[in-house]
């Protein structure tokens, strides 16, 4: 049997010209080219605010952010326009200033924190400001003390920005937005009824109980040093840290006003100091809610 001659296609195949290599394409999946920017924010000074700027920005195209709440700066690497990240800031009457923006290299990566030890930390202070929260508002009603149930009110307001930020971990800027709003609902009802009560217990009369007051008051206090012991490490560069630090620095004041509304209640047998410290802290509480709530 014959075998097929391929001679002239092997002769074909050496002489015919060699392919040219494909042209590289440029790759339609590569990421836009990012800015850090850099917003100076004379309104943002607590942790609240920081929430509302989150949720202002939760559905922008940002790989990072980084607040300096002391310093009211905000870094923030993102792709677009600049001038985007301060008008949906505008809103919220922080008074956002754009100080620099500059490209990014293409080797810089986002700055990293470690998300799972912060989120660890913020599962704890959740938990000891959600017990403390039911401590207070039980010692409250039972002592009738107005600045125990509205310092009970300032640890739920600490507990839902705790509770806000870890259930917006991986989630749609929809789900952050519904998470900020029920506790700001939440912490407007609660305020609103201690700023009730308040007025309530000053028309009826009647004194605290400064001994529960001081008593409940101190483990109150120990429960934000704890706070402050867990955020210590993290205070100095990690995202929510630095915010949740000065918190809970705050929440210590707080408890000392409660403490020292007691000593005056024994002092001068009047009920009054008592009632000053429960409407200043229920104020407080009632405009981070409203703020909260002004959030679109």
Known sequence: MTRPDRSDDASELRCAP???????????????????????????????????????LADADIAAMRFDLPGRRLVVEHAGD????????????????????DWLAADDRPATVGDDAEAHVLRLLLAINGLM???EMIAGWWAGSSGLVADA?????????????????GRSA???????????????????????????????????????MIGVSLLALAANVACLA?????????????????????????????????????WTSSPWPDRVIGCTIGIV?????????RLR
């Open 285 to 293: 509480v009632l405009t981070g809610a409203i703020r909260i709530l």
């Open 230 to 266: 867990l955020v210590s490490r993290h205070r100095d560069g990690g995202v929510h840290m630095r915010a949740s630090y000065i918190f809970s620095a705050n929440d210590v004041l707080a408890n000392l006003g409660v403490m020292v509304a007691a000593v005056l209640v024994a």
């Open 174 to 212: 929809r789900h952050k937005r519904f998470a900020a709003r029920l506790s700001g609902v939440l912490q407007l009802l609660l305020a609103v009824g201690v700023l009730v009560e308040t007025v309530r217990r000053a028309a009826v009369g009647g004194m605290p109980e400064e001994i529960t």
């Open 82 to 101: 600049p001038s985007d990240i301060v008008q949906r800031l505008e809103p919220l009457g922080f008074g956002a200033e754009l100080q620099a923006s």
């Open 133 to 135: 929260f039911v401590i």
């Open 153 to 169: 009110a300032d640890m739920f307001a600490d507990a839902g920005v705790y509770g806000v930020a870890l259930y917006a971990v």
């Open 18 to 56: 060699p392919t040219a290599p494909r042209a590289a394409t440029p790759d339609r999946d590569m990421p836009p080219r990012r800015r850090r920017s850099v917003l100076y924010i004379p309104g943002m000074d607590c942790p609240s605010e920081e929430q509302q700027i989150r949720l202002r």
